[in-house]
């Protein structure tokens, strides 16, 4: 059977070419922007600068996109994994924030990447560890986040609506809750994605179709609104770029970037479980933190056999470092809170690999966890345009303002915004989705392009399917195919951009060191 098409987009303008990213069109690309005058350079290539790479080549504009690292290097790679509707701001009365998010997450999940996203169950057990009142404010809560699903027009098909279950309703979603005191548990649904760095490669790689330039190690100095002088990471050689316009999507690195740019970034860390630890419970589960009403720890369940366990607000003040790392305060915080859910606690026994993330909140009064997470775009004297704070899952909304300023403030002719209906590489309906003949774990990670990751594959190397199918490594579900596409396709230079942010195996170090031969062997081909 053939792989179904990407959804069309009938409206007039660029038409998408090949949007394979690899380390010969880097440097193809790095070359030939040396002499031109582009657009729209954009430093930073996490979701948000990705995005407003996509947003800006898919209105015809000419772009140049660049890290000074690899596509979700930095915070893009650090979340939840979650397409949040907004619950949590609706609560601290961020209304706007709220509704935005569940727009997005509509979006999202209905539209541009449905193959990338799923609906998540969430369980509130109501053990002995929630108090009555916590309860009825979470249900009223959860009642609210429908509210907001249905005026955001996102159909109950794709989220359901909450409900109240019983305790044997709960016991039988997690077997192993905490049976005392229990008096049943809440049930509601939110937007789980496959991967965060999946996302950021999917957008990089539309983006690339449209015409952008995207070039990973290449670090940005000098930056002005005019230009910038780039240096190739990778051979210590120094290009200069002349620009119309710029955007700063650096994120905690922003301030690094432009000047007069005050930050406050905040930790969110997160705790890595193999999913044999929670045998059985394929929801979400919460549990309280003490002493506040409406913050929670979750597990969360990913499809790729490990759990996550998260998060943490804390403030980060120091130097901001390339890769964040879990504090053991942190990690002690995350373990005694989760096991208030269950009737075995979490140890230190069950962590088999940590996460942390930096948020580039804007520097405001209060607790780092009270931080709007609204977003705001900035220009600066000298007319360099800044993107920051907001959430991953705004990230489509926080590249259409951050366009729209530059193309105002700049005087750049643009057609109008494309991307809410535009569909990211691999996207199809769900049906269609159903339909293509692929492996299952290829389908949820690359979509419609599923068939021809293995077609590739075995065109490259003329090993049979069966071969390229295999585990890598005992345990560990990646495939010699995923590997092959993230080097040909995902513009991976190096064993890091393949274990750490293609395929996530970095995310248990035994893992990965059992994973690093395959790696070189993807390189090699």
């Given amino acids: 059977m053939s792989a179904p098409q990407p959804v069309p987009d009938p409206r007039p303008g660029p038409r998408p070419g090949p949007g394979a990213l690899s380390r010969a069109r880097r440097e193809a690309d790095l070359d030939h922007v040396t002499g031109e005058t582009v657009d729209l350079l954009v430093v930073g290539l996490g979701v948000t600068g990705a995005g407003v790479a996509l947003d800006a080549a898919s209105r015809g504009l000419s772009v140049l996109a660049v890290d000074a690292h690899d596509l979700a290097f930095g915070t893009s790679r650090w979340s939840s994994k979650l397409v949040h509707g907004g619950l949590r701001y609706l609560a601290k ?57 249905a005026a955001a027009g996102t159909p109950r098909s794709l989220l359901p609506g909450p409900r109240r279950l019983s305790a044997q309703q709960t016991r ?67 290009v200069q770029v002349r620009c119309r316009a710029v955007v700063n999507a650096a994120g905690v690195w922003a301030g690094q970037v432009v000047d007069g740019l005050t930050l406050r970034p905040s930790r969110g860390t997160h705790l890595v479980l193999r999913g044999d630890r929670l045998a059985g419970v394929d929801v979400a589960v919460s549990a309280p933190v003490p002493g506040s009403l409406n913050r929670f720890v979750f597990t969360l369940p990913q499809a790729d056999g490990l759990v996550y366990v998260g998060l943490t607000d804390e403030p980060a003040p120091d130097e901001v470092p390339d890769v964040p790392e879990a504090t053991e305060a942190e990690v002690d915080f995350l373990l005694e809170t989760m096991s208030s859910a269950f009737e075995a606690p979490l140890t230190r026994a069950d ?175």
């Fill in 172 to 238: 039988a979603l997690v077997p192993p809750v905490r049976t005392q005191g229990l008096r049943g548990g809440l049930l509601s649904h939110d937007g789980q994605l496959e991967d965060d760095a999946r996302l950021v490669v999917a957008l990089a790689r539309t983006a690339a179709a449209y015409g952008a330039r995207v070039v990973t190690r290449a670090r940005a100095l000098d930056v002005t609104a005019d230009g910038a002088t780039l240096r190739d990471e990778l051979t210590g050689r120094t």
């Fill in 93 to 149: 009365g961020q209304l706007g924030v709220a509704h935005e998010s569940a727009v997005e997450r509509g979006i999202l999940m209905g539209r541009t990447a449905p193959h990338l996203t799923r609906a998540m169950p969430l369980l509130v057990p109501l053990t002995d560890a929630v108090p009555r009142r916590q309860g009825v404010l979470a249900m009223q809560g959860f009642r609210a986040g429908d509210a907001l699903r």
């Fill in 351 to 525: 962590v088999v690999g940590t996460y942390a993330g930096l948020r580039p909140l804007l520097a405001a009064e209060g607790s780092t966890a009270d931080l709007s997470r609204k977003h705001a775009v900035l220009t600066s004297d000298a007319g360099v345009v800044t993107v920051v704070g907001g959430k991953l899952t705004t990230y489509r909304r926080m590249a259409e303002d951050a366009v729209g300023a530059v193309v105002a403030g700049r005087g750049l002719t643009a057609q109008p915004c494309r991307t809410r209906d535009l569909p990211l590489v691999g996207a199809a309906t769900r049906p269609q989705l159903a339909r293509v003949d692929a492996p299952a774990r290829l389908v949820r990670r690359y979509g419609a392009e599923a068939p021809r990751v293995l077609a590739d594959a075995v065109a490259r190397t003329g090993l049979d399917e069966a071969a390229l199918l295999e585990s890598v490594a005992e345990g560990v579900p990646v495939t010699r195919a995923e590997l092959l596409w993230g080097v040909t396709h995902e513009g991976a230079v190096d064993a890091d951009d393949l274990l750490d942010r293609r395929t996530r195996v970095g995310m248990v170090a035994d893992d990965r060191a059992a994973t690093e031969d395959a790696a070189r062997w993807a390189l090699e081909h």
